[in-house]
DNA sequence: AACGCGGGGTC
DNA sequence: GACCCAGCGTT
């Protein structure tokens, strides 16, 4: 059995400081666990402190736009979570306030086994497991798990290791769960963990060999290679930007037009896309190719100064076109496609055509 | 069980 | 480059 006091204390001695603990009500809780899904608590934060600022309630939130919450996570990632985000924040207003067990938060949208755990024990102070990343890697090291934990039996297996530890409640059930992800974080990492500090060593499997050989994962797939076109058009200084239909790939997101999964040199599919926007294309240089990798993507992407004149009408790629000054408020890739074009980076006269 | 979905830090 | 991060929803 694990030591629970030791890894109680070394948590409440350790912790970082983080601005959804100093204040962990239900809405914060929410914000952040959302927010931090695959990515990292440093990455978050300055995310969760403008969303706080901005909409200090959940039922602030509720109230703002789904455009609005999708573009202020410009920037984060995985933007089906603004959305999601924005869609538990009605319900739960719509319903009087977040449910406080995990089988009723699991049931809104975003909140998966993991969220719906750590909110309700961080929060409400249900004994209830809460498996991330970082619990897997503990647990299936301590354990010595060699059933893949990103496979549902593994997963089965930590979750009843991670249970067993609230069984008589001698730890705050929040407290239990922020310390396990603690601990993966500081100190058993992926690579080159701290056994040495670490307040639970007496009795871990992996100890004893090689730590690193755990957690067991399936392989994953390399990311698909494509190409793509982008074009930058600029007027009084800001670059026309769309906002892409849908909720696919960057769907909802601004950014330059750009078409993806077409050639290098498709000024065709470029074209449509300023069409698309209202504009119809003169000329097109090419200026940069940008590479940007999603999770299941490898994308290099052309990107060309365009020279246009309006012609009206709009199509269905874009849900909205509008002139946009800094970038602010864009995709990640968006925003490295504008910055492709201020570089100094000489024009391919050579590779030049007009339309 | 596999896939779609972002972006960035770290070694 | 490879790995992985306070994962979820769909197929």
């Not at 914000?31 to 600022?53: D, G, H, I, K, N």
Request: proline letters at 7%; charged letters at 25%; one cysteine or more.
């Amino acid at each position: 059995m694990i030591d629970r006091a030791a890894l109680a204390s070394w948590y409440l001695e350790h912790a970082r400081a983080l601005p959804w603990r100093a204040e962990p009500t239900p809405y914060h809780v929410l914000l952040s666990e959302l927010m931090c899904q695959q990515t990292r608590v440093e990455t978050a934060l300055p995310y969760f402190e403008r969303f706080r600022a901005r909409w200090p309630t959940v039922a602030d939130l509720a109230a703002a736009s789904e455009d609005e919450v999708v573009e202020a996570w410009a920037g984060l990632g995985y933007y089906s979570r603004a959305r999601r985000l924005h869609q538990a924040a009605r319900s739960a207003v719509a319903r009087g306030g977040l449910p406080p067990t995990a089988a009723e938060l699991a049931d809104l949208p975003g909140i998966g086994p993991y969220t719906a755990g750590a909110i309700a024990s961080i929060a409400f102070g249900e004994a209830v497991p809460a498996v991330d990343g970082n619990v897997d890697r503990v647990l299936a090291r301590w354990h010595g798990v060699e059933e893949a934990v990103d496979s549902p039996s593994g997963k089965r297996a930590i979750t009843a290791h991670a249970a067993a530890l609230h069984a008589d409640r001698a730890i705050a059930p929040g407290v239990l769960n922020q310390a396990l992800m603690e601990l993966g974080a500081r100190v058993c990492k992926p690579r080159s963990p701290t056994c040495g500090t670490c307040p639970i060593r007496s009795g871990c499997t992996a100890r004893e060999g090689d730590p690193s050989r755990f957690p067991v994962k399936r392989p994953r797939k390399a990311p698909v290679a494509i190409t793509g076109v982008a074009g930058l058009l600029d007027r009084d200084g800001r670059t026309l930007a769309v906002r892409r239909a849908g909720t696919g790939l960057l769907g909802g997101l601004w950014g330059p037009p750009a078409v993806l999964e077409v050639d290098h040199d498709d000024l065709d599919a470029l074209a449509r896309a300023f069409a698309d926007a209202g504009f119809s294309v003169r000329a097109a240089v090419p200026v940069a190719t940008v590479r940007h990798v999603f999770s299941h993507r490898d994308l290099s992407c052309r990107v060309y100064r365009i020279e246009a004149e309006e012609a009206g009408g709009r199509g269905a790629a874009w849900s909205d076109v509008r002139w946009e000054p800094h970038g602010r408020g864009m995709s990640s890739l968006g925003r490295k496609i504008v910055a492709a074009g201020r570089a100094d980076a000489p024009l391919l006269a050579a590779d030049s055509r007009i339309l």
